[in-house]
Nanobody
Framework: QVQLVESGGGLVQPGGSLRLSCTAS??????MHWYRQAPGKQRELVAT????????NYKDSVKGRFTISRDSAKNTVYLQMNSLKPEDTAVYYC????????????WGQGTQVTVSS
């Protein structure tokens, strides 16, 4: 059974940094996405990392500020977020492609990121 657990969120001032972690169990060798959902808005894709970690993609508004990476030995994917802005405030979720839609859609609890002074 696949289980993904997000952690690392919190309250940070504008310009600050946070590192989110997504620890996986029940699965190896997977592409991983980070999504976020702000209040009253649809969930949106923020970043993706390939199985080997050699390919990454980012939402335009986070390019140059966020970095997705993985530690295969720990089965963990990270999202380093720098120069945070109030508009980055959202619940952040990690997920594998097969669980983001369709009959197997499933989401974890996510981790809250609040950027505020």
């Amino acid at each position: 059974q696949v289980q993904l657990v997000e952690s690392g969120g919190g309250l940070v001032q504008p310009g600050g940094s946070l590192r989110l972690s997504c620890t996986a169990s029940g699965i190896i060798s997977y592409t991983m996405h980070w999504y976020r959902q702000a209040p009253g808005k649809q969930r949106e894709l923020v970043a993706t990392i390939s199985i080997g970690g050699t390919t990454t993609n980012y939402k335009d508004s986070v390019k140059g500020r966020f970095t997705i990476s993985r530690d295969s030995a720990k089965n963990t994917v990270y999202l380093q977020m720098n120069s945070l802005k109030p508009e980055d405030t959202a619940v952040y979720y990690c997920n594998i492609p097969s669980r983001t839609s369709g009959p197997f859609e499933s989401w974890g609890q996510g981790t809250q990121v609040t950027v505020s002074s």
